[in-house]
């Protein structure tokens, strides 16, 4: 099963909670927000607490169909 993981750059407020707990798929980038370094993955892995624990709830993971 793949998974898509996306992104609202609009809500992100960049407080960088997702790159603290999800450092092998998040980064901050120079705008200031956050961008994933993979936006399809086989395994959520620490995407999924990444995407619990957004205060702006921008993270948004749907199963590939
Ligand atoms: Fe942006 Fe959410 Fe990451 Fe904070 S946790 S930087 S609001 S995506």
């Known amino acids: ?3 898509i993981i996306k992104h ?3 809500k992100c ?3 960088g909670v997702c790159v603290a707990l999800c ?3 998040w980064e901050l ?3 200031g927000k956050a961008h994933p370094k ?3 993955v086989e395994e959520l ?3 999924e607490q ?3 624990s957004c205060p702006m709830k921008c993270i948004i993971i749907e199963e590939k169909k």
């Open 8 to 10: 609202d750059d609009s």
């Open 29 to 31: 980038g120079t705008d």
């Open 1 to 3: 099963m793949s998974w």
């Open 50 to 52: 990444a995407a619990k």
């Open 38 to 40: 993979k936006t399809e």
């Open 45 to 47: 892995g620490c995407n």
């Open 13 to 15: 407020i960049g407080c």
């Open 23 to 25: 450092p092998d798929n």
